[in-house]
């Protein structure tokens, strides 16, 4: 009996949770799924075991992880990135491509290459459009950057 009263004391803090996932900085740290801008991210590892990794200044390291995209929630014929990057230290590279027409979903792996400086940074998302990827990683630099709440993974660097 006591087994079963922790499993839905479990299930009633997961309820709780989800009614609150939009007000929760770095709740993809927390849970297996965030959704921003119509796009879904989802099972974020690090070499498919952890949400954090420690490395050296410089090192390259492997992120696996799954996207859906939901068009109807994108302005169509807009070509729409999804970049990632690190905090503070920038953009690495676009995952996909879109113009807002089609639902899509796949899984990736991608290697991204930790800063030179020592610290703790973390891996965020952001949904930018542009023409190029080059103009859509320009725009991870708009405002503050990319939403905490867009936060999936942690890199020590040490």
């Known amino acids: 009996m006591v087994q079963l009263a922790a499993r839905d004391t479990h299930a009633s803090d997961m309820c709780i949770l989800e009614a609150h996932m939009d007000d929760i900085p770095g709740i993809g740290l927390i849970t297996d799924k965030i959704t921003f801008d119509g796009i879904t991210i989802s099972n974020f590892r690090f070499d498919n075991t952890k949400k954090y990794v420690v490395v050296k200044p410089g090192e390259e390291f492997l992120v696996h992880f799954s996207y859906t995209v939901d068009a109807s929630k994108l302005s169509t014929l807009h070509m ?20 807002g027409i089609k ?17 703790a940074y973390q891996v965020r998302f952001c949904h930018t459009e542009g023409l190029t990827e080059d ?3 320009h725009a991870w630099w708009k405002g503050d950057g990319p939403s905490a709440k867009t936060i999936v993974g942690i890199v020590i660097v040490k």
């Open 135 to 137: 103009k859509a990683q």
């Open 80 to 99: 729409h990135h999804l970049v990632i990057g690190l905090h503070n230290d920038g953009p690495q590279t676009c995952v996909l491509h879109s113009l």
């Open 103 to 119: 639902d899509s979903q796949g899984d990736t792996a991608l290697t991204l290459k930790a800063p030179e400086k020592t610290g």
